[in-house]
């Protein structure tokens, strides 16, 4: 079964702190993978794509990594600020119909 | 604003009354995509048109949900007959090529009292 699994579900940290996000997926043919910001009552934007021969991404303070043997992929924020409270999505697109399987995201509040 | 805009942004309607969203996409995009997302968890894929033809459906979409792209241009979602569990965000999306970028608009937040 196609599948995108994120942890943690929630997070919270202080600003400045760094953490990092995780996303497991089962889906199959596997085209690219992308992480999406979404603020609350607004539309997902997206942070990074990766293809399948890309290991490691950035977009500022945001660093995405691939292990497409295992099937994982991260993303770490660096020195947190208030503005990156939001839900981080993980979504993967299949190669076959370009179908996205979107994960359920990780709900991030950064405390001042 | 060349962006993807969506209207209204809020909508609160009676059980058992009919809505109806707009979609505005990138003027070059050729693909339209319909979501519907709840609260704490990801979109999940309604519809979406290649152009003016409306190329493949969810199961989600009931037969009270009907899409429309007429022109190619913008595109309609209506919901008949509303009902409690079709309290979301609707969001749209659009992108230039099969595969690519999708880009969404600020969604439109249904609430069915």
């Known amino acids: 079964k196609n599948q995108v699994e994120q942890s943690p579900q929630s997070l919270i940290i202080l600003e400045g702190k760094n953490c990092t996000l995780q996303?497991?997926?089962?889906?199959?043919?596997?085209?690219?993978l992308r992480w999406y910001k979404q603020d609350t009552g607004r539309g997902p934007v997206s942070l990074t794509i990766?293809?399948?021969s890309e290991n490691t991404k950035s977009n500022g303070r945001y660093t995405a990594t691939l292990d497409a043997d295992t099937k994982q992929s991260s993303l770490h924020i660096t020195a947190s600020q208030l503005s990156d409270s939001a839900s981080y999505i993980c979504v993967v697109i299949r190669d076959s119909n370009y179908q996205l399987i979107w994960g359920a995201g990780t709900k991030l509040i950064i405390k001042p | 604003d060349t962006g993807v805009s969506q209207d209204p942004r809020h909508k609160i309607t009676k059980r058992g009354q009919n809505v109806t969203f707009r979609c505005d996409p990138i003027?070059?995009?050729?693909?339209l995509y319909w979501y519907r997302q709840t609260l704490g968890q990801g979109p999940e894929f309604l519809t979406y048109?290649?152009?003016?033809?409306?190329?493949?459906k969810s199961r989600l979409l009931s037969d009270r949900f009907s899409a429309e792209r007429p022109k190619g241009s913008f595109s309609t979602l209506e919901i008949q007959r509303t009902e409690q569990g079709d309290s979301a965000m609707y969001l749209c999306?659009?992108?230039?090529?099969?595969?690519?970028?999708?880009?969404f608009g600020p969604g439109t937040r249904l609430t069915v009292t």
């Open positions: 996303c497991n997926y089962t889906v199959s043919p596997f085209s690219n």
């Open positions: 999306a659009s992108s230039l090529i099969p595969g690519y970028e999708q880009y």
């Open positions: 990766m293809t399948f």
């Open positions: 048109f290649q152009n003016e033809a409306q190329l493949e």
């Open positions: 003027s070059e995009h050729n693909r």
